[in-house]
């Protein structure tokens, strides 16, 4: 049984900066690549990044320059480290990778 659990979510200021964090467990992780998503209230779902099992990564244009996803393969973690956050970054983050579910995911709230 596979199971990723997305945490480091918060309140932030326009500007700031925050790390998510998605725990693997059940899965032979460094095998695997992983990607992170975002859901904004009344929007639909949409690809934030990508990280292969290789380490080759992947952005969305809205978040280049600012997002870097990146994957510690010790610890079973893959992380987004978020900079220069602005609201519309506002959103439930999600974690997903082929043989999991979506979970809970974690949220992120940027005030302006």
């Known amino acids: 049984q596979v199971q990723l659990v997305e945490s480091g979510g918060g309140l932030v200021q326009a500007g700031g900066s925050l790390r998510l964090s998605c725990a693997a467990t059940g899965i032979t992780f460094r095998s695997f690549g992983f990607g992170w998503y975002r859901q904004a209230t009344g929007k639909q779902r949409e690809s934030v990044a990508g990280i292969s099992s290789s380490g080759i990564t992947n952005y969305a244009d809205s978040v280049k320059g600012r997002f870097t996803i990146s994957r510690d393969n010790a610890k079973n973690t893959v992380y987004l480290q978020m900079n220069s956050l602005k609201p519309e970054d506002t959103a439930v983050y999600y974690c997903?990778?082929?043989?999991?579910?979506w979970g809970r995911g974690t949220q992120v709230t940027v005030s302006s």
């Open positions: 997903k990778t082929s043989s999991a579910s």
